[in-house]
């Protein structure tokens, strides 16, 4: 077997928020043939051992997996939820290393697999040794616990703690005991006096008042150090919480200063059907926005707003509806007004969708899908000097350019390559056509004529005659083919609009011919004072390359927010 050094990506524990460690690893592999070749949108076979004590140690465990790599040639699998072959992935016993992965790949989805590469597994599943570790006991050893006063408690101390053994003065553990009762409007306390609450419902004051009375500062503010303070309502149609500001201000304030908080500032819920409402909604009578997010030019955070949507069978992470759906704006150069992006091996980054049709999309996915009734993408330039409607760049920096300006003329398609057409074969099968091309901008038309008495004018098409230039720097190139006998033709007072044929020697033949003429396309006046010179060109330099900018990319991570029940 030919070992070929593997690219490993990543391997991740997956974690999650219950108790158990899920007996799972995450592995992720770019794959390369023999010939350092990605091996692409092909599904391989790929087995996994877990070797025990050495890289050719004996193995605990063996499972196989049938995988497809996606464009980048990266493949990714689940260890320990593959086809066993030999022992569980459950049944290792990880304290009991070291352990070595080893990893065999066939490229071509069988098991004659001519890959190999094997590595130590150094801390991954340290958190499956640590599911079977919580229940250990002994002695405790940390020195900073021992050298502080905590370290000196004994049994004996909370003994006596717990039966009020501690000289309190009285040694009465009971005396400290008292109980509040209410009779009517009377309070009274064991042991102590009784007090007569006002009438009207627990005292006069309005929360107004309550609230005047508290006084500046922390007079007016509640301390929740023993729980939510909670609001109940079951009214209809009603808010259970009002707040509202006529003057310069906001109406609801909430800020967490904790920086290792997990939970939201403000957290809304429904456990409604409908979809006409909203967990949180936010309204707009005026100029200001309905809902908005804003991320500090210090902060780190990558979103003002943030959408997740944790299904896997539809829905939006976010969902705009209104006279523009949703809006993007950026100002920077290596940002995007709008961003797709789209991590499936076969998802498409953007789709656009007009003219209410639906939606449809590559089946091994693409950047961007457009869908509209009769126009599918409009692109358009607006700058007066050199400017491109649509570019198109591969990996290896080839560009193609349709519709462009480059300060010579308008191109209509623009690059390295050839122009093709597809026609099917005798046997019905695709196969390709190229169409000539010419260092000069050129247009030709074919017809048919015949001799009288040896000659014949030839009136050239009026459309193809405004459109092209022939003068004494700009010849019409006409090509006779005879279909007959006879002397032989030339062709004499060629101009912009035809030609004559006359045959050779005086002859008097009425021989039948077809003709090709060919002559450099007229100059062309384009609105905006632009001219296309087209009469003059040869050899024109090309197309300017536009430079690319890589992208900051995002964390593509989905996260599943932290919501507080």
């Keep these: 077997m030919k070992n ?33 070749a990605l091996v692409a949108n092909t599904t391989i076979g790929i087995q996994i051992s877990i070797l025990q004590g050495s890289p050719t140690g004996l193995a605990s465990y063996i499972e196989t997996h049938s995988p497809m790599t996606n464009v980048n040639g990266l493949a990714t699998l689940e260890i320990g939820n593959g086809t066993p072959v030999t022992g569980s992935f459950s049944g290792i016993d990880w304290s009991n290393g070291p352990y070595y992965l080893k990893t065999e790949i066939d490229p071509t989805g069988g098991t004659a697999y001519t890959i190999s590469g094997t590595n130590q597994l150094l801390s991954v599943p340290y958190a499956l040794y640590a599911e079977t570790s919580g229940s250990g006991s002994g002695s405790e050893t940390d020195p900073v616990f021992t050298s502080s006063p905590a370290g000196g408690i004994t049994a004996g101390d909370i003994t006596n703690w717990n039966n009020d053994l501690v000289d309190d003065a009285d040694a009465d553990p009971n005396n400290e005991l008292q109980t509040l009762s209410i009779n009517g409007q009377d309070l009274t306390i064991s042991s102590g006096n009784t007090v007569t609450l006002p009438s009207g419902g627990g005292g006069a004051n309005t929360l107004d008042q309550a609230y005047d009375e508290g006084g500046a500062g922390a007079g007016r503010i509640i ?12 009214v209809n149609s009603q808010a259970a919480i009002s707040a509202s500001h006529t003057g310069n201000g906001v109406s609801i304030f909430g800020n967490n200063t904790s920086s290792a908080t997990q939970f939201s500032t403000i957290q809304g819920s429904t456990a409604s059907s ?33 959408g997740n949507n944790l299904r896997t069978n539809g829905g939006y992470g976010v969902k705009g509806l209104g006279y523009n759906g949703v809006w993007g704006l950026s100002q920077q150069q290596t940002g995007a007004g709008t961003w797709g992006e789209n991590l499936n091996a076969n998802g498409t980054g953007l789709i656009g969708i007009g003219n209410a049709q639906l939606p449809q999309v590559l089946t091994a996915g693409s950047g961007g899908a457009f869908l509209g009734n009769t126009t599918g993408a409009f692109a ?39 122009v093709n057409t597809i026609v099917p074969d005798l046997n019905e099968n695709p196969v390709m056509m190229t169409a000539p ?13 015949q001799l009288t008495n040896g ?35 030339f062709v004499t007072e060629k101009s912009q609009n035809g030609f004559k044929v006359k045959e050779l020697a005086g002859g008097t033949s009425n021989t039948n011919f077809t003709y090709q003429v060919v002559a450099n396309r ?9 001219e296309s010179k087209y009469s003059e060109e040869r050899w024109s330099p090309a197309t ?6 890589n992208m900051q990319q995002g964390n593509t991570e989905q996260k599943e927010l932290s919501i507080k029940r």
């Design 4 to 36: 070929i050094s593997l690219f490993i990506i990543a391997l991740l524990t997956t974690f999650s928020l219950s108790a158990q460690a899920p007996q799972m690893m995450t592995y992720q592999s770019v794959i390369r043939d023999a010939s350092d």
């Design 223 to 234: 301390t929740a150090d023993a729980g939510a303070v909670e609001v109940n309502s079951s």
């Design 274 to 306: 409908s979809n006409l409402v909203s967990g949180v909604i936010g309204s707009s009578t005026g100029n200001a926005w309905g809902v908005s997010g804003q991320v500090s030019n210090t902060a780190t955070a990558e979103a003002a707003v943030y």
């Design 380 to 418: 358009k330039f607006n700058t007066v000097g050199v400017g491109q409607g649509i570019t198109i760049q591969d990996d290896f920096g080839a560009q193609w350019v349709v519709g462009a300006w480059d300060g010579i003329g308008y191109r209509k398609i623009s690059g390295t390559g050839t």
């Design 437 to 449: 091309e010419a260092p000069e901008v050129l247009f030709q038309d074919f017809g048919e004529g």
């Design 455 to 489: 000659e014949c004018i030839i009136t050239i098409d009026p459309i193809l005659a405004k459109n092209i230039r022939v003068d004494e720097s700009h010849p019409l190139r006409v090509f006779i083919t005879l279909e007959g006998d006879c002397n032989g033709v």
């Design 522 to 530: 007229a100059d062309e006046q384009l609105p905006g004072l632009k």
């Design 544 to 549: 300017p390359l536009f430079d690319v900018n």
